[in-house]
């Protein structure tokens, strides 16, 4: 799976945005998607994942109810709309997918979990 991440920018304190992630290759569909970010000088973190079939959802605590991932899986895509966006959301985000189909019962949440790694595109939040 090779995977492409895209819009991220630069947006004040309290504003939105919404990131894609398009995936190529393998069959996106049957893969679990999830959300990273990493902050200058700080470690990768979570930040959310959902199931093959967009019923499962899950997030961190720092962004819950303000970050939603979802999924296109006619266009490969996953998404994650960001909201009330804070200046430590300010980060590179990346796209990821584990390395085997979702099981149907676990959405992984740790970084060695995951395989298949986008660029990353990167989200300036200013206050």
């Known amino acids: 799976v090779q995977l492409q991440a895209s819009g991220g920018g630069l947006v004040q304190a309290g504003g939105s945005l919404r990131l894609s992630c398009v995936a190529f290759?393998?069959?996106?569909?049957?893969?679990?998607m999830g959300w990273f970010r990493q902050a200058p000088g700080k470690e990768r973190e979570f930040v959310a994942a959902?199931?093959?079939?967009?019923?499962?959802?899950y997030y961190a605590g720092s962004v819950e109810g303000r970050f939603t991932i979802s999924r296109d899986n006619a266009e490969n895509t996953v998404y994650l709309q960001m909201s009330s966006l804070k200046p430590e959301d300010t980060a590179v985000y990346y796209c990821?997918?584990?390395?085997?189909?979702?099981?149907?019962?676990?959405?992984?949440?740790?970084?060695?979990?995951?395989?298949?790694w986008g660029q990353g595109t990167l989200v300036t939040v200013s206050s």
């Open positions: 959902i199931s093959w079939s967009g019923g499962r959802t």
């Open positions: 290759g393998r069959t996106f569909r049957n893969y679990v």
């Open positions: 990821a997918a584990p390395p085997s189909y979702d099981s149907g019962t676990y959405l992984p949440k740790l970084r060695p979990e995951y395989y298949y």
